[in-house]
């Protein structure tokens, strides 16, 4: 009895840790408050080379913790987002859609 009450326990608990950990992995998609545009969690590799080279140039050293695009209601690109870490300080950076800083 003892053994299948532990059994069915360490099973829960592996469904539990199995389902949670597919939320945390799925995109992030958030509508910005003005209603227009929306901003979607995208892969760091998948920012434009410009936002990459203008980081590396102002922000040497510092690692690209997450970043996002901005679209607009057809799909189309506004802009980026990226939030920079160095050491224990984050930074949000503001890119329009050319990848030219603006924040």
Do not use: C, R, W
């Amino acid at each position: 009895m003892k053994k299948s009450i532990l059994l069915f326990a360490f099973s829960l608990v592996a469904l539990t840790s199995y389902s949670s950990s597919e939320i945390i992995a799925s995109p992030v998609t958030v509508v910005s408050v003005n209603g227009e545009d929306k901003k979607v969690e995208i892969e760091v590799a998948k920012l434009p080379a410009s936002v990459a080279a203008s980081i590396n140039e102002t922000h040497k050293g510092a690692s690209i913790s997450k970043a996002y695009q901005h679209e607009n209601a057809e799909g189309k690109v506004t802009g980026y987002e990226v939030i920079v870490k160095s050491g224990d300080k984050e930074e949000t950076l503001k890119f329009d859609a050319a990848g030219a800083l603006v924040k």
